[in-house]
């Protein structure tokens, strides 16, 4: 294999990582009527595991003649890494982030860097921003570290599995979130060396499946449209080293939609109290997609760097995937009482109008309005459905993949 359980024990003794909590998910466990733990990387240095390879690869570097330069790009954790390392080493590094990358994650790569680290924002993903590193790499004569497709790299995101495995006992199933693959692919290289029967599953939302993407290729191939809601896991091509290590050694790659994600980080932080970003809910989102979980279950909770305002998008998308929230495009005659009717005969005892868009046009019988209705059960829809039909209204679903519901976020 590219990255040795050696490569992975040798980066656990040089890491200035701490060592995250591995804790029972009391609301998971009893979900799944199985022993759930998580392990704590939310609580890592830069909140994210990914200090653990940035520095492990930085320190190597610094110990050989190099223009003591770096240029890295990142959606947001790996760069608070790359900031950590930077100022921890005395190395100036420059930075390419996609210019989505939520606001508290750039604060805090430039709070962590200080003045070792330049920031600058291009493109719309990461891979874009990947491209004007490289680049910039180039012009500046600077050594450029890939986020995930390092062989260093990997061998430091594989200390989260060899903590792990001195935290407890052997585990039936581990879940690891996935991007470009530098998580798993350590983890498993360690796990799979000492828990040599324990089943291990990556996780990768729908919109940004990249390693699916190539384990159903037999290579890395680069998607065509990319969904960046999971920034932290928004890759749109799986790494080629990071590939071979998790086809060898991983059982199996599932893809979980942005809606049970957002409504696992809800979960997460409502019920158990953790402030998990989007990637970082992942593996627990995870477990629902599995045919069967069972016994002693490990899940890494990858990053919280969560930007509060994004909260408003995450509940939004969490109701909709779990049938409270629905959204209609209804015809009003433009006379008295039309929406009153509507009210008085269409909605029922636990729905409510959350979303009203009218655009009233004085040359047409009828104004068109978005509406968008909460329900206490999605039990409720058919009933809603039904008096819908029976008012007579021109009314029509806005179903979730409709180029008009993006325009509601």
Request: some cysteine; overall charge negative; glycine content about 12%.
């Given at each position: ?36 733990l ?26 050989e003649?190099?223009s003591s ?14 900031a ?22 750039r604060?805090?790569i ?17 891979d ?15 050594a ?5 497709d ?7 995101q594989?200390?989260?599995?060899f903590?792990?495995t001195q ?21 498993a ?6 828990w ?13 499946a990249?390693?699916?993407a ?17 920034d ?9 080293t ?15 939609e942005?809606?049970?994600i957002?409504?696992?980080m ?15 809910a ?27 305002s994004?909260?408003?998008e ?36 636990g ?37 819908m ?21």
């Amino acid at each position: 294999m590219p990255v040795t359980p050696d490569d992975i024990a040798a980066a656990a003794s040089r890491t200035i990582a701490v060592r995250t909590p591995l804790e029972r998910s009391e609301r998971l466990s009893g979900k799944y009527d199985a022993e759930v733990l998580l392990k704590r990387e939310d609580l890592q240095l830069g909140r994210s595991y990914k200090v653990r390879g940035a520095y492990h690869t930085m320190s190597l570097l610094a110990a050989e003649p190099f223009s003591s330069e770096v240029v890295t790009a990142s959606a947001g954790n790996h760069a608070q890494g790359i900031a950590i390392s930077c100022a921890r080493l005395g190395v100036k590094g420059r930075i390419f982030v996609p210019t989505n990358t939520p606001r508290q994650k750039r604060d805090r790569i430039l709070a962590l860097g200080g003045s070792s680290v330049d920031l600058t924002l291009v493109g719309k993903t990461y891979d874009e921003a990947a491209a004007a590193a490289q680049e910039a790499a180039e012009t500046y004569g600077a050594a450029y570290l890939h986020p995930f497709d390092d062989l260093r790299t990997i061998a430091g995101q594989g200390t989260v599995g060899f903590e792990l495995t001195q935290q407890t006992e052997p585990l039936d199933l581990l879940v690891v979130p996935v991007g470009g693959g530098g998580l798993l692919a350590g983890v498993a290289t360690w796990v799979r060396s000492q828990w040599p029967s324990t089943r291990i599953v990556g996780v990768e939302p729908v919109g940004a499946a990249s390693m699916g993407a190539a384990l159903a290729a037999g290579g890395p191939v680069t998607l065509d449209t990319l969904d960046t809601f999971v920034d932290g896991a928004s890759v749109g091509r799986a790494g080629d080293t990071t590939y071979p290590i998790v086809r060898d050694l991983v059982d199996e790659v599932v893809a979980v939609e942005v809606g049970a994600i957002c409504a696992e980080m809800l979960d997460l932080y409502q019920t158990d109290g953790i402030i998990a970003e989007p990637a970082g809910a992942l593996a627990a989102a995870g477990l629902g997609a599995l045919s069967s979980v069972s016994g002693r279950v490990g899940c890494i909770v990858s990053g919280g760097n969560n930007d509060v305002s994004r909260y408003a998008e995450v509940i939004e998308r969490a109701l909709v995937h779990q049938g409270l929230r629905h959204y209609f495009l209804v015809s009003f005659p433009q006379e008295p009482g039309a929406l009153r009717g509507f009210l008085d005969g269409v909605l029922s005892d636990g729905e409510d109008i959350v979303v009203f868009d009218y655009v009233k046009k004085s040359n047409r019988e009828t104004g068109p309005a978005v509406i968008g209705i909460d329900l206490d059960s999605p039990d409720g829809l058919p009933a809603l459905l039904a008096r819908m039909k029976a008012s007579g209204l021109p009314i029509d679903p806005i179903p979730y993949d409709s180029p008009l519901f993006t325009f509601l976020h």
